[in-house]
């Protein structure tokens, strides 16, 4: 039998290849940057052919350092930055523009108009699709880069275009063209597919006035897509496994049962709850989205999206040039007992759950003479977990649960500064990992359980192993004083760009 099975993780800032056990060790890693464009204030930009480069490369490395072959390679398993958009010519394989990415935010008048002029479409979106109508999602990117780019929508009405999320491009690309499919979860995300017949949706399609012909094939996130091109690793690869990172991460850390949740802490801020086989509607601006197709049947989840978490860690590095590394925020914020009344909001590209705001931008409030920048780096690392707080409270005012525990993954959840705040600040116990990956876990888990490397999910929840429990002992006044400066601290910045 083969001994690994490899993790494609496509994230929004790197690539990064991890090679796991059948223990669920890792045991070889690869990680690469790429390199993020701003062409202009609230857009985000990606160049997909850095990013396939990228992930070929670290696929190769990882192997090298393994010193493996092809042959040890069970399957791979694919996880990626959800909504981001690619377009590419379905001959050569070359994308028609650069990737617009999830956090970006150029639709924002396209949608406020469109549901001005349409309030009937708010309702047609979310019955079907479970999501809001809003630019973070890939259909209105796909309308804006056939409006945009010269020539792609005649093209694309001819069946030359190719539409993917960076999933189905780096299927396409690892299977030189042969396959174009994109799994259930990823599709759920693009406004376009409907999560309770599990098909494109002709009406959405023809509402944003995208071609289906561009459109993948939808399959579910564990089975065989494919193999990869002999030319790539020196022999064909199985590619079994494919699912969006929340999903991956939902899966990796064993959360199989409704009521089970957990937060990543990556580029942005995601906390999932599963819901079951049967999806459910959400009071509370959260989202249902599919978590994955297995086993012949599709699991639900609950989400809200926080659009600046880990990058709000990144500007402090490479923007404002405070700190030198991303571990360096958890000793500064050490260095002062709080934030001296200073709250950070870091919305640059808006606000995700469970306000909704493309409007809203980034600020940092209640300064005083006396605050430094220690103050501002703790308060930057605070507002993770004010932001995730806001999206756990409404879940559990959706699921009528106060939350047990709340796993956590991502690298943030490494800063135990942050895991402690996040703990007295939403009054619920952290639970961290051994293995903080679950993102590449996860994608492994699916596509090793599609080729028999491993039986079932028992044998996942064995893999399973706690690091640390962080357990909530701030007072409940100063917790109340801290939240209402937070709320007044977001109600100042909603609706800033508009």
């Known amino acids: 039998m083969s001994k690994y099975v490899m993790a494609l993780d496509s994230g929004t ?10 223990a669920g060790n890792m045991i070889s890693v690869a990680q690469k940057e790429f390199t993020q464009h701003f062409p202009q204030p609230g857009w985000v930009e990606h160049d997909a052919s850095e990013i396939w480069q990228g992930q070929l490369s670290v696929a190769r490395e990882a192997l090298s ?42 639709t924002a008048d396209f949608t406020e108009k469109l549901k001005a002029g349409h309030p009937e479409y708010v309702e047609i979106f979310r019955s079907k699709t479970g999501l809001k109508l809003d630019p973070y999602f890939s259909g209105t990117k796909i309308r804006w880069m056939l409006d945009n780019v010269p020539g792609v929508r005649e093209r694309a009405e001819k069946g030359e275009i190719c539409f993917g999320t960076i999933d189905s491009w780096l299927i396409y ?32 399609c023809r509402i944003l006035d995208i071609p289906m012909s561009i459109l993948p094939e939808a399959k579910p996130s564990s089975c065989i897509y494919g193999q990869t091109d002999s030319e790539f690793f020196g022999g064909p690869i199985k590619i079994s496994g494919a699912a969006g990172d929340q999903q991956c991460a939902l899966f990796g850390q064993t959360c199989f049962k409704p009521g089970e949740a957990k ?38 989840a609950f989400e809200g999206s926080v659009f600046v978490a880990g990058a709000a860690i990144q500007w402090l590095r490479d923007e404002l040039r405070i700190i030198d590394s991303s571990p360096d925020s958890e000793y500064f914020a050490t260095k002062v007992p709080d934030t001296n009344g200073c709250y950070v909001v870091p919305a640059f590209t808006g606000l995700g759950a469970p306000y909704w705001d493309p409007y809203a931008r980034g600020a940092i409030l209640g300064l005083t003479r006396g605050v430094s920048k220690y103050h501002i780096i703790r308060a930057t690392l605070e507002s993770l977990a004010f932001q995730s707080n806001d999206v756990l409270k409404a879940m559990e005012r959706d699921s009528g649960v106060k939350t047990g525990s709340l796993k ?14 996040q703990a007295d600040i939403s009054d619920a116990p952290i639970v961290r990992p051994s293995c903080v990956e679950t993102t590449a876990m996860g994608a492994s888990y699916l596509a090793g359980l599609a080729v028999g490397y ?11 192993a706690v690091d640390r429990k962080f357990i909530p002992v701030m007072s409940e006044p100063e917790r109340r004083k801290q939240l209402k400066g937070w709320e007044q601290a977001v109600a100042a910045i909603c609706g800033w760009a508009k």
């Open 13 to 22: 800032t790197s690539n990064r290849c991890i090679l796991f056990d059948k």
């Open 65 to 106: 350092k393994a010193g493996a072959t092809y042959e040890d390679v069970a399957a791979i398993g694919i996880t990626n930055q959800r909504e981001t958009v690619v377009l590419w010519d379905r001959a050569t394989g070359l994308p028609v523009c650069h990737a617009i990415v999830w956090q970006c935010r150029r």
């Open 173 to 204: 690309k690892l299977t030189k063209g042969r396959v174009h499919v994109t799994d259930y979860s990823n599709a759920s995300r693009t406004l376009l597919f409907n999560i309770k017949t599990l098909k494109w949706d002709e009406e959405l």
């Open 263 to 300: 937060n990543t802490y990556g580029t942005g801020a995601f906390l999932l709850m599963n819901i079951g086989t049967e999806p459910k509607e959400s009071k509370n601006d959260l989202l249902t989205t599919i978590a994955w197709g297995l086993d012949g049947h599709v699991e639900y």
């Open 408 to 421: 956590v993954d991502g690298g943030a959840c490494k800063n135990n500064f942050l895991m402690q705040f």
């Open 454 to 464: 491993w039986e079932d999910k028992d044998d996942v929840i064995k893999n399973w």
